[in-house]
């Protein structure tokens, strides 16, 4: 098991609030830290087969700068978040019909993460 616990928690899902989430955990896990990653009701579509993220109105240029800079796209950073062994959550959200998932997601209450997070080593919200 690993020595380190990071729990970050992915609240929306405009493009420019995505990254950041994502990559800390796949960061992290690529230290070998143990890495739970949850999704709130408005971040839980980014695990969406269908989900197209879309940057806030006014930085609509996002998408182009980050092709540009050949950054991985959503999927290919949720890929490589699953086969790093980053854990997948729902927090609060019923979400059995509305969602294509990705990737296999738990769902828990949001104080089943706030109890995780209290013993993590460091804990990141978005």
């Given at each position: 098991?690993?020595?380190?616990?990071?729990?970050?928690?992915?609240?929306?899902?405009?493009?420019?609030?995505?990254?950041?989430?994502?990559n800390i955990a796949v960061g992290a896990a690529s230290s070998g830290a143990d890495v739970i990653l949850?999704?709130?009701?408005?971040?839980?579509?980014?695990?969406?087969?269908?989900?197209?993220?879309?940057?806030?109105?006014?930085?609509?240029?996002?998408?182009?700068?980050?092709?540009?800079?050949?950054?991985?796209?959503?999927?290919?950073?949720?890929?490589?978040?699953?086969?790093?062994?980053?854990?997948?959550?729902?927090?609060?959200?019923?979400?059995?019909?509305?969602?294509?998932?990705?990737?296999?997601?738990?769902?828990?209450?949001?104080?089943?993460?706030?109890?995780?997070?209290?013993?993590?080593?460091?804990?990141?919200?978005?």
């Amino acid at each position: 098991m690993a020595d380190r616990k990071v729990v970050v928690l992915a609240s929306h899902d405009e493009l420019e609030s995505v990254y950041p989430p994502l990559n800390i955990a796949v960061g992290a896990a690529s230290s070998g830290a143990d890495v739970i990653l949850a999704f709130s009701r408005d971040g839980v579509n980014i695990l969406d087969n269908h989900y197209t993220p879309k940057p806030s109105k006014g930085i609509e240029y996002l998408s182009e700068a980050l092709n540009s800079f050949h950054a991985p796209t959503i999927k290919e950073l949720l890929g490589i978040a699953a086969e790093s062994g980053v854990r997948f959550y729902i927090v609060d959200a019923d979400y059995h019909e509305e969602v294509d998932l990705n990737y296999p997601a738990e769902q828990v209450p949001i104080k089943w993460v706030l109890n995780e997070s209290s013993s993590a080593d460091l804990f990141v919200h978005f």
